[in-house]
């Protein structure tokens, strides 16, 4: 209240020092003119210009009356015949005079009209400015808390005033965050019990509170909600202690808290949108793992039980190539399988993070050898070639999820390729990388497919591989593992003809350091 007094009396005592000497400015201006000759109306016109300077300077229509009525009475006492009288000889004076004073409230009502449409079309363009700015900051924004912490320190930096804000979760109010225009200041004043009631109360009721309010006017915040017709998002509090908002202060922090609101609506129901389309997603990759399971672990499945079948009750008819045949083909059919089996397995546990990677410095040729040792049988109806040249490579790998790359690339390459095709693999250093290639000289993949080939479940239907169609699970277990060591993975076409897949892994320090 002292606060406000002071300012009251600091507004009166500018204007009447600025009435007082726009006064004496105009009655010293009148006095030059009366001695250089010029006329009455001349005079008159001065002080009216008076008039209009006060008007723009005080804003206050009471000054400008004041100042009018003044004016007149100077300009009888010391203009008019007989001088320094209240009295004139020309009966048609007193006219004069009225009509002088109502031209200058008239002109004085005008200046102040213009100039608070003024000031409201400049206020109107701040907020419009202040509005743009905060919606710009809150598209900006990542999440529901950056939102509220950017709108609280928006607030913050445009009121000068401590900032305290509470985020609701779950239908209650989270712990209390700070904006603090004064760094210094104790945020133990705004946690105290009374405080946190306050706000409780502004989330409850939907209202605003604290202080200035009926609702806790002894608390050191007003505290305002954010939130629109049919949920409360937050509340913010403003460090006002005791301090009073004008008109245009409050509808533009509520406009601002609209704003947050708005986008806290938005933010919500795109992060439901994008939880749908992920369920959605996920429902749609488990139908079709469901469905690709059920087509093609029935061919096998099916090998298996016919084959068996014919051993339980025709084993003594059949002679030793035929049953060494069938139990190859059991002993293929089960192998691919575990082989599916594993894939499918190691995706899932890689995608979500339950398998951690065991590093350790490997050489890739031994890596490469070893791989070697666990692919396809039908393999060896295939010429298979290893390079890694003459330096020895050292990549930072683990080592089982590497060789399960390096076997699917080759059985891939064994299964799409005919009988008798070359597949190469290579090792080369490439910057801090090792890249490791597997070529072959096959058909090749047709250039509208080479971006799916990564994709979980695709298969491009080639026909050169066998009956057992693939679930499309190898090429997506490889690129996991890779990005799970922080390589890439590729496709390319070979010369003439052909595919060549190629990965990168880091190289281990040793390498790097020599």
Request: hydrophobic residues 45%; aromatic residues 8%.
């Amino acid at each position: 209240m002292k606060q406000e007094q002071m300012k009251i009396w600091e507004r009166f005592l500018k204007g009447l020092l600025v009435m007082t000497g726009i006064l004496f400015i105009a009655t010293g201006i009148g006095y030059l003119f009366r001695y250089l000759g010029f006329s009455e109306e001349n005079i008159i016109i001065v002080y009216i210009l008076g008039v209009l300077i006060i008007a723009i300077i005080t804003v206050n229509r009471g000054w400008s009356v004041c100042y009018s009525l003044l004016s007149v009475l100077l300009f009888n006492f010391l203009f008019t015949d007989p001088r320094f009288t209240f009295f004139s000889y020309d009966y048609g004076y007193p006219v004069t005079f009225v009509t002088v004073f109502i031209a200058a409230v008239i002109v004085s009502n005008l200046t102040i009209q213009i100039r608070k449409q003024g000031y409201r079309a400049e206020q109107m363009a701040l907020r419009t400015r202040i509005l743009l700015e905060t919606n710009q900051m809150l598209q900006k924004a990542k999440n529901a808390d950056e939102m509220i912490e950017e709108t609280a320190r928006h607030l913050m930096r445009m009121m000068g005033k401590n900032v305290i804000y509470y985020r609701a979760e779950d239908g209650i109010l989270s712990e209390p965050r700070f904006c603090m225009a004064e760094p210094g200041a104790a945020k133990m004043l705004y946690l105290q019990q009374r405080e946190r009631q306050a706000a409780q109360w502004v989330f409850e009721n939907r209202k605003r509170a604290g202080t200035g309010m009926d609702q806790y006017p002894d608390a050191h915040c007003l505290y305002l909600a954010i939130r629109n017709e049919d949920m409360v998002y937050g509340v913010i509090g403003i460090a006002l202690e005791g301090m009073m908002m004008d008109v245009y202060e409050q509808n533009l922090i509520l406009s601002i808290l609209g704003e947050c609101a708005l986008a806290l609506e938005k933010e919500g129901y795109n992060r439901k949108r994008e939880e749908a389309l992920a369920q959605a997603k996920n429902e749609q990759l488990r139908a079709n793992l469901l469905r690709s399971i059920s087509h093609d672990l029935r061919t096998p499945l099916t090998s298996i039980s016919g084959n068996a079948d014919t051993l339980l009750h025709s084993y003594d008819v059949l002679d030793e190539q035929t049953r060494k045949q069938i139990f190859t083909d059991i002993y293929d059919d089960a192998q691919w399988l575990t082989g599916l089996v594993e894939n499918l397995l190691s995706i899932t546990k890689i995608v979500d993070g339950s398998v951690k990677l065991h590093l350790s410095d490997q050489v890739v040729d031994d890596i490469i050898s070893e791989a070697l040792r666990h692919i396809d049988r039908r393999a060896a109806e295939h010429h298979i070639a290893v390079d890694c040249g003459d330096v020895l490579l050292l990549a930072r790998m683990d080592a089982g999820l590497i060789m399960q790359v390096l076997i699917n690339l080759v059985n891939n390459a064994v299964k799409y390729t005919p009988v008798g095709s070359n597949i190469r693999i290579t090792a080369i250093p490439r910057e801090n990388m090792a890249e490791i290639c597997v070529s072959d000289n096959g058909p090749g993949i047709p250039n509208e497919l080479k971006e799916r080939v990564f994709e979980m479940f695709f298969t491009g239907g080639n026909p050169i591989g066998d009956s057992r169609r693939s679930l499309g699970l190898g090429l997506t277990l490889c690129q996991t593992i890779v990005h799970a060591h922080h390589g890439e993975m590729t496709l390319k076409d070979n010369s003439p003809h052909g595919c060549i897949f190629s990965f990168t892994i880091p190289l281990s320090e040793v390498n790097l350091n020599e």
